[in-house]
């Protein structure tokens, strides 16, 4: 077993990344730093020695949202655009993280929305993925920030059946990101409950 086993090994691709394995691409790409491959091709490598991985329960939720989003992958180019032009709107905020962590969330709404109507899962999405404290603070959040991702939402809401919720998510993001701004706190830990 490698040594460097016994720290962190999971972790997010920054932007649109492909594993070198099975040539998946995906925004925010979740990764092992042992193979540098994408979660699932690294568990099929590693095998056994991923449970005494420090960041094995992780992993686990990490590999499960990632054969969702390999299911999806006939429409997944809706995914990558939209991630592709997140990245580029949170550029010169320095919010990339922030919408690396949307972005991931917002697969979970995706595969919420298979289960529930958008007027209710909507609501118990952002409350799954929102800090509690947070919510209550955004629906005062002036927009410092401007970002328009209205036309990539709408595509990848018309290709994953979300349609309605682009004006909604296009200011879900921009207030976190605002609320960010004014905080000035960089680390999307203190606005999403991350691995939800």
């Known amino acids: 077993m490698p040594l460097f086993i016994l720290v962190g ?3 997010s691709a920054k932007g649109v990344a492909m594993c070198k394995s099975c040539g998946f ?3 925010a790409l979740d990764m092992c730093r042992i193979t540098e491959t994408c979660v699932l091709c690294a568990r099929a490598v590693l095998g056994d020695r991923c449970n005494s991985c420090p960041d094995k329960e992780k992993c ?3 590999a499960e949202g990632l054969r969702f989003l390999k299911s999806l992958e006939p429409k997944l180019d809706v995914y990558i ?3 592709k032009q997140v990245a580029k709107s949170l550029e010169p905020y320095d919010r990339v993280e922030i919408g690396v962590a949307f972005l991931k969330n917002l ?3 995706v595969k919420l929305l298979q289960k529930e109507k958008k007027e209710r899962a909507f609501p118990i999405w952002v409350a799954s ?3 509690e404290d947070v919510v209550a603070k955004l629906v005062r959040t002036p927009f410092v920030a401007k970002i328009d991702i209205y036309r990539p939402l709408k595509e990848f809401c018309a290709a994953l ?3 309605g919720l682009e004006v909604p998510l296009n200011n879900l993001l921009n207030a976190v990101v605002s609320l960010s701004l004014l905080e000035g706190f960089k680390d999307p830990r203190r ?3 991350l691995g939800v």
């Open 60 to 62: 686990d939720v990490a």
């Open 25 to 27: 691409a995906a925004p």
């Open 81 to 83: 655009d939209l991630g």
């Open 191 to 193: 606005y999403f409950r």
């Open 161 to 163: 059946n979300c349609s």
């Open 129 to 131: 993925v929102v800090r």
């Open 107 to 109: 697969m979970g709404l």
């Open 9 to 11: 090994n999971l972790y």
